[in-house]
């Protein structure tokens, strides 16, 4: 990843983490930034695209996500330690819903993501979300926070409804959930009702990020 163009969930992570845990981040995305010979993803995605993709599926009912998550370890062995436990995030949090709410889900085809764009800072990619509708009434666009650690919390939460309300303007902040994978965890204005200085705290933020990136040797380019 380059710091003027990164992922919500790895911006995410930075504002959670200790300046010990951030120092190393910045660290190893400055060298994943940095041109290499193999194919290796430097956001970190690809591990968990995977997953997240049978999540939906499991969902959408196209999918069992205990069996693709089986699958996906008999061909990659590193991923038999983080898989399981993403996939029993997800199901806990999934079919609690689904058993509170005795409304039919149906998932969403289509486009739902959004980039939110801060002037002199750079752009924040809010993609490959969940959107479902509930019953006739209820809409709900979840966004993936699939990191082991550190844990999110109600202001990070907070912060990262308002970037995503920010890149997606057409959908109601209401609707919008973080959804702490592991955890099992999501994040919704009732649980982190904005307070009117969301976009102060996320530029003063990203901008200290930024500057932490040029110190540790990383290049200033988007």
């Not at 764009?117 to 969940?130: C, Q, R, T």
């Not at 966004?143 to 057409?170: F, H, I």
């Not at 609707?175 to 996320?202: A, K, W």
Request: proline share 4%.
């Amino acid at each position: 990843m380059s710091i003027r163009v990164i992922s919500l969930k790895n911006l995410m992570q930075l504002m959670l983490a200790d300046p010990k845990l951030q120092r190393r981040l910045i660290k190893y995305h400055i060298r994943q930034a940095r041109p290499r010979s193999d194919t290796a993803s430097g956001d970190g995605g690809d591990f968990h695209v995977a997953f997240w993709s049978d999540a939906k599926k499991h969902a959408a009912g196209k999918a069992n996500l205990l069996e693709a998550t089986a699958e996906r370890i008999k061909k990659h062995k590193g991923r038999k330690r983080l898989y399981p436990l993403l996939t029993k995030g997800f199901l806990e949090w999934w079919e609690e819903n689904r058993r509170r709410i005795n409304e039919p889900f149906d998932v969403k085809d289509g486009s739902f993501k959004g980039r939110l764009e801060l002037a002199d800072l750079g752009i924040v990619k809010v993609e490959n979300n969940l959107a479902f509708s509930i019953g006739e009434d209820g809409f709900r666009v979840v966004y993936p926070y699939v990191c082991e650690e550190p844990e999110v919390n109600t202001k990070v939460g907070r912060l990262a409804l308002w970037a995503m309300s920010q890149a997606m303007p057409d959908q109601a902040i209401e609707n919008l959930r973080i959804l702490d994978v592991i955890r099992g965890r999501t994040f919704s204005t009732e649980e982190c009702p904005m307070i009117g200085t969301e976009e102060q705290e996320f530029r003063a933020f990203y901008a200290a990020q930024i500057e932490k990136w040029i110190e540790f040797g990383g290049d200033d380019v988007g």
